[in-house]
């Protein structure tokens, strides 16, 4: 099965509303980045945190994506996961897309453990056999033992993130989103997290992932994405990218 996600002319904006034009422009250069200010088609004011972007990417890509606070990264992403419409353009997916942009996202506090997997698993498309499959797995990796059995809201924080994060991490999914790479726990733990990650990683077919950590982006991504006020600025070899990324940042 071919997998491949693609945006054309994608563009997306945000009304405003209750501020003045001046006073929204002065928090956003304060911000130091956040999109550009205009107006839409209905002459709403609004910021234009996506501007005619256009990107394709294929199976085996691992791209990142690049930027200042503000460019647009985020947005991007979550075009891309379907969770924002864009006000014009398309978007095309092709394959099953997961997103670790909020993994803690479909958790219910009052369910147990138990029943936050499966209901967390149907989420994200696993069937209930599946879920069953890879629940003996989930449970050795949260090391959360009877607290599986416990309701969520008995939880520390860490606690519902390891939970959480093993149930993202369970399938092979065609797409992969990520906002920022995903840490959490004691320095065991963390190396734990590390490796699940990576392995998720190797076993999806597209990676898109939006940090700051440039040595983590050259290390685990091979194309990279340079956005600034919501618009393509470079695009190419993650290493010449965040080449041009370091000289603008001078």
């Known amino acids: 099965m071919s ?61 990142a994506l690049i930027g200042r606070n503000g460019a647009g990264k985020t947005t991007l992403l979550r075009v891309l996961a379907g969770a924002y419409e864009p006000t014009r353009g398309q978007v095309w997916r092709q394959g099953q897309t997961a997103s670790l942009l909020n993994v803690s996202l479909g958790i219910d506090l009052e369910a147990t453990g138990y029943e936050n997997i499966l209901m967390k ?13 890879r629940t003996g797995e989930i449970e050795a990796f ?23 994060f093993a149930v993202c991490t369970c399938g092979n999914p065609d797409i992969l989103l990520m906002d920022e790479w995903f840490s959490v726990g004691d320095a065991a733990f963390v190396k734990k997290v590390r490796q699940r990650l990576e392995e998720f990683v190797d076993r ?47």
């Open 142 to 164: 949260t090391e959360l033992g009877d607290y599986l059995a416990m309701p969520v809201h008995t939880y520390s924080a860490g606690m519902r993130l390891r939970l959480a």
């Open 3 to 63: 997998v491949e996600l693609r945006v054309q002319g994608v563009t997306v904006d945000f009304p405003v509303y209750s501020l003045g034009a001046r006073s929204l422009k002065n928090r956003l250069l304060h911000r130091g980045g956040g999109g550009n200010i205009g107006r839409d088609a209905d002459d709403r004011l609004c910021v234009r945190a996506l501007d005619e972007v256009t990107l394709v990417f294929a199976r085996d890509d691992r791209v």
């Open 121 to 133: 698993g149907l989420l994200l498309g696993l069937t209930p056999d599946q879920i069953q499959e």
């Open 204 to 250: 999806t077919g597209i990676l898109v992932l939006a940090s700051h950590n440039l040595t983590l982006l050259k290390r685990i991504c091979t194309k990279g994405v340079l956005l600034e006020g919501g618009r393509i600025k470079a695009i190419g070899s993650v290493e010449a990218v965040v080449d041009v990324y370091q000289r603008e940042s001078r």
